[in-house]
């Protein structure tokens, strides 16, 4: 029977620039067996056709269809709930402001104009920047952040923050959570998802080194989870956590032992 798997990237299909061994043979594998394969990402500063070509040159057979990111989940969302005079104003790099672009969202250079608020990872992050989104945000705007992963897993067991530390920062100063949260555990961009694989939630697997993002989003929409031991979660966060996967393997490697 055609199962779907949907795997994530950083930590789980390779760390930084190195891939993780074995990984490309399992994945190639599922695929030939007729299974279908989804790529989703939260990370923000890479835009699908950066992802293609990584995963390409890693050995991994794919098309930029088998990719989604939290840059088009937060596209989505504006797209779906925005008025069509709305506009964002957008902390992020270039690859979140073209797929609002490519969503036909218009950007604002205006905080005090916009309607919403997005959130991205930014590597040019500072306290101008946090002060235009408050100033925004009291003015009424919506906030949407891409993802809420505080830190992104690296080579030699490194981290760098992510887009949930710019959640912080803002949420310190606002008191209050964002608004909306468009990539994972979302049901935003779970719905993208399954639309993508054209599968019953039941039949999708979701591989990923996150508890509180890939296997809760799994956990919430009747998937079944596997946590891979290769990126940001250690054995005793996963013993510790209250998400608990349905598996657990070292790496994706491993796949392979718990499919029939």
Same mark, same amino acid.
């Given at each position: 029977?055609?199962?779907g798997f ?7 299909v390779?760390?930084?620039d ?6 490309p043979? /399992? ?7 007729g ?14 056709e950066d992802?293609?070509h990584?995963?390409?040159?890693m ?7 088998n ?5 088009v989940a ?13 506009s964002a ?5 270039r ?6 672009e ?11 104009? /916009?309607s ?7 590597r040019?992050?500072n ?15 919506t ?12 080579e ?5 923050p992510?887009?949930?530390a710019?959640i912080g ?8 959570? *964002?608004d *909306?949260i468009?990539?994972?555990?979302s ?8 639309q993508?694989?054209?599968l ?6 979701i591989i ?5 993002t ?13 946590? *891979?031991?290769?990126?940001i979660t ?15 393997l070292t ?5 392979h032992?718990i499919?029939?």
């Open positions: 029977m055609q199962k949907i795997f994530d990237l950083d930590g789980t390779y760390l930084g190195e891939i993780i061994e074995g990984v043979e /399992a994945i190639n594998a599922l695929r030939e067996k299974h279908k394969i989804l790529f989703l990402s939260n990370k923000s500063i890479a835009s699908r992802y293609l990584k995963l390409q040159k050995g991994i057979d794919l098309t930029i269809d990719i989604i990111n939290s840059n937060a596209a989505h969302y504006i797209k779906e709930h925005a008025a069509p005079s709305e104003w957008v902390i992020g790099e690859p979140l402001l073209d797929e609002l490519k969503a036909g969202v218009p950007v604002t250079n205006e905080p005090l104009d /916009a919403y608020v997005v959130l991205g990872w930014d040019d992050f306290y101008a920047k946090l002060n235009m989104a408050f100033q925004a945000w009291r003015n009424g705007a906030v949407v952040a891409t993802n809420p992963d505080r830190t992104c897993p690296m030699n067991n490194s981290e760098i992510d887009c949930g710019i920062a803002f949420e310190g100063a606002a008191g209050q959570p *964002v *909306v468009a990539g994972k555990p049901s935003t961009v779970t719905d993208i998802a399954l993508t694989l054209q019953k939630p039941e039949d999708c697997y990923g080194d996150r508890l509180e890939d296997i809760k989003m799994g956990l919430d929409n009747n998937m079944k989870t596997v946590l *891979v031991l290769s990126g250690t054995i005793d966060m996963w013993k510790n956590s209250k998400y608990q996967p349905d598996y657990t790496s994706v490697k491993e796949i032992t499919v029939t």
